[in-house]
């Protein structure tokens, strides 16, 4: 080996090793580390394969509380109730500064604007799509929902989960940013559902690495900000005085002092209301149809509430919907098998865990994902068993112990109500209207991503007809 070469990996091994020995010295109790032995890098390569299956076999490995440390940060994953609850509820993790370089690079919103609109901005859509409100967007949806089902016809065979985006984006995004103001025929919505689509998939990279390297996601950002610059401005000249005759938009023009940041929280906001309640939907309906028995229980209790009818547009109400539970828990159960891979905070000031002192500057990491596959919490974690969800007093807007897709504490998404009701919504009416037949075994969940839901690995075909 060349000389100059052998002192460069000394030199680079020693400092690693001065480094871990320091880090060791002043955090003598901190959790084991997965580091790896490139600098910097760490683990990335591994990690960035399949983060899912890593986290867990990580866990199997070396105890409920580990750190994984790629690209120069350290991720503490706590996966039992100690570390959950801190997760939650301890003052010294902050949710803000987790996520605000993601933000900036995704939506390039600034750090200093971001801080000073988040909370503001948090509380009024936990106001405006609150249980008590939800009824504000039923009409509105279930017309949308109608208006883009008619266009699939009497029968035909499809992509489920393309059918499922080509229906419920549409539907969504006129109820929550307003009819008229959004590109809607069929060649602006394609055009949009392919930017869009694209902006989901990368988003995750995006939110971590320069944004120059990834040309095509670039394009499309760009593509929906200046879409969005014009839906913005025809919702800022239209903003009705009355509360309630505003969307959900309009709410947000309200409550942002920067007003030329809009079109960047709108996109931000497009992207939290899709990205994870389309492919749940997805699921829902999927694991329905797999399931033959549930599938039937579903369409006697659908002829209960409507009658043998379905090809009418049939006007669905919250009360409809409640009388429909055994959908809310397919909608549930959905979403405890598919939920987000992992949230995140900030440590702020290091924090007890178990024996374990975590560092201040960690990411502190929790797994829906896996937490909702520990059979403590839900016996039979793998099967798809909406009747858990008896034990749940939905009523009061409980869900079942440790199910977390939607974070907790003061931080909860606060589109998970409106999320529950659409994607319940959507069922109903799709079951109501056709019968379907599956043509494709279920694919299996892409592990790929840590962010948001999973999606499918593959094709879903499904062959539907008008109910007789
Ligand atoms: C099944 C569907 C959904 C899932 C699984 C989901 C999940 C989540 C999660 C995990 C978070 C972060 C919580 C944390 O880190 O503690 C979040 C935040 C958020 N979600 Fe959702 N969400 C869904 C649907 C929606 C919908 C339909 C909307 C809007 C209509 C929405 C709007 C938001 C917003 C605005 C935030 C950021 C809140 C903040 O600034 O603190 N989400 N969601």
């Known amino acids: ?3 100059a070469l052998a002192v460069l990996l000394t030199a680079v091994l020693t400092l690693i090793i001065g480094k871990l020995v320091l880090f060791r010295l002043r955090c003598p109790n901190a959790p084991p580390c997965i580091s790896g032995w490139i600098p910097w890098f760490g683990v990335a390569f591994q990690f960035g394969k399949g983060p899912l299956e890593f986290i867990e076999q990580a866990r199997v490995k070396y105890g409920p509380v580990f750190t994984v440390f790629a690209l120069g940060h350290r991720y503490t994953f706590v996966t039992e109730e100690e570390g959950i609850e801190a997760f939650f509820m301890s003052k010294d993790v902050n949710f803000e500064q987790a996520v605000q ?6 939506v390039s919103i600034p750090a200093k604007v971001f801080y000073k609109n988040r909370y503001n901005l948090y509380v009024m859509l936990k106001g405006k799509m609150a249980p008590p409100n939800l009824h504000i967007f039923m009409k509105t949806l279930c017309k949308e929902l109608h208006e883009f089902v008619e266009q699939l016809g009497t029968e035909g065979t499809e992509e489920l989960h393309d059918l499922v985006r080509h229906i419920m984006y549409p539907a969504a995004v006129n109820t929550l940013f307003g009819k008229d103001i959004w590109p809607t025929s069929r060649s602006e919505i394609s055009e949009f559902e392919e930017h869009f689509q694209m902006f989901d998939e990368d988003f ?3 939110s971590q690495m320069p944004v120059c390297f990834l040309r095509n996601w670039s394009k499309s950002r760009q593509w929906l900000l200046k879409t969005l610059e014009k839906v913005t401005s025809a ?6 005085s009355k509360s309630e005759s505003k969307t959900v938009l309009q709410h947000l023009l309200d409550t942002l002092p920067d007003k030329h940041f809009a079109p960047n929280y709108s996109l931000l906001l ?6 994870n309640a389309v492919p749940v939907a997805f699921w829902t309906l999927v694991f329905i149809i797999s399931h033959p028995d549930i599938y039937k229980k579903i369409m006697e209790d659908i002829i209960s509430v409507f009658g043998n009818a379905g090809k009418d547009k049939t006007e669905i109400s919250q009360d409809d919907l409640k009388k429909l539970p055994l959908i809310k828990w397919c909608v549930l159960e959905a979403i405890r098998l598919r939920s987000p891979g992992a949230i995140t905070k900030k440590v702020m000031n290091p924090i007890k865990i178990q024996n374990f002192t975590i560092p201040a500057g960690d990411m502190l990491m929790i797994s829906p994902y896996w937490l909702h596959r520990n059979p403590k919490y839900f016996p039979d974690p793998d099967m798809f068993k909406p009747d858990r969800w008896k034990a749940a007093n939905l009523e009061k807007n409980a869900f079942l112990d440790n199910f977390v897709p939607f974070g907790g504490g003061n931080h909860q998404c606060p589109g998970r109500w409106f999320a529950i009701m659409e994607i319940h919504l959507l069922v109903v009416l799709f ?5 379907f037949i599956l043509l494709d075994t279920v694919p299996k969940e892409s592990h790929l991503h840590l962010v948001g839901t999973q999606q499918p690995t593959g094709p879903c075909r499904v062959q539907y007809k008008l109910r007789e």
């Open 1 to 3: 080996m060349d000389a």
């Open 101 to 106: 370089q993601a933000v900036k690079h995704t």
């Open 204 to 206: 995750e990279y995006a």
């Open 235 to 240: 919702a800022a000249r239209t903003n009705p």
């Open 270 to 275: 497009l992207w939290a209301s899709q990205a």
């Open 431 to 435: 079951l109501n209207k056709y019968e």
